[in-house]
């Protein structure tokens, strides 16, 4: 099966050093590990409360890697004029709520397709480009591809806190909706990429999925490197995906 990508999100590398305010650790630092790791790319949320990446570390992360960075931001005019400044090679558009303490769900393409259109063709004239973080739903995938989207990352979240909450009937029903929907999508001549939440023990039935190019990991590969150390973190994830890919 075609080789998938795994990025690694180095968000709460920031979100611990800002708990104390110090500089360390460095996301910057941890993106160099996680290329050198095996991550084929790095992806950094810039939220509107600046809570983990914060504006200089866009700058320092994208001199200090030479693969991909993948820009998360929510569809506002300031992260808008951001992105256009670092020109990243990906934009994933995410929704966002100052009260909440990760992304909740999919954004509401459907809901706000008009605005989303003009809002994201200045970035794909950029050359950037464009993802939209979205649940494994027909209709939100369906207007990702009306308004231009190249991409559309499918939300694994609920996948995975049913497997964690022993509500495997109901995680079964979503790993076949996500399974589903990559297939329309792709279908639609869109690139498939799936995240949030993946673990260990969650990451198999959506990596052997044949249309899902990319997987983007964050906050497990951090909380296990507590343990393990980043550089065994990402290369256990990468050797997780690739058997799950052959088999």
């Given at each position: ?7 690694v999100n180095i968000d709460h590398v920031a979100t611990v050093r800002n708990a104390r305010g110090s500089a360390y650790p460095d996301p910057a630092q ?124 499918l939300h694994t979240g609920a996948y995975c806190d049913y497997h964690y909450a022993g ?81």
């Amino acid at each position: 099966m075609e080789y998938q990508r795994l990025g690694v999100n180095i968000d709460h590398v920031a979100t611990v050093r800002n708990a104390r305010g110090s500089a360390y650790p460095d996301p910057a630092q941890a993106a160099i590990m996680a290329e050198a790791a095996g991550a084929d790319g790095i992806t950094a949320h810039l939220r509107e409360d600046r809570r983990h990446i914060r504006d200089d570390d866009i700058e320092r992360i994208t001199s200090a890697i030479s693969v991909p960075l993948n820009f998360e931001m929510a569809a506002t005019s300031e992260m808008q004029a951001i992105a256009m400044r670092h020109k990243p090679h990906a934009v994933c558009i995410v929704p966002e709520r100052r009260e909440e303490r990760t992304t909740e769900g999919g954004l509401n393409v459907a809901g706000d397709e008009n605005r989303l259109a003009v809002f994201i063709a200045p970035l794909v004239d950029l050359g950037c480009r464009l993802s939209m973080f979205i649940a494994a739903d027909r209709d939100q995938i369906a207007a990702s591809h009306r308004i231009g989207a190249q991409v559309v990352e499918l939300h694994t979240g609920a996948y995975c806190d049913y497997h964690y909450a022993g509500e495997f009937a109901e995680r079964d029903a979503e790993l076949s909706r996500i399974r589903d929907m990559a297939a329309y999508a792709h279908s639609l001549g869109l690139e498939v990429h799936a995240g949030h939440g993946l673990t260990y023990d969650t990451v198999a039935p959506i990596a052997a999925i044949p249309e899902v190019k990319e997987l983007n990991i964050g906050h497990f590969l951090i909380a296990q490197a507590i343990f393990d150390g980043l550089t065994p973190a990402i290369r256990e994830m990468r050797r997780l995906m690739d058997e799950a890919r052959a088999t």
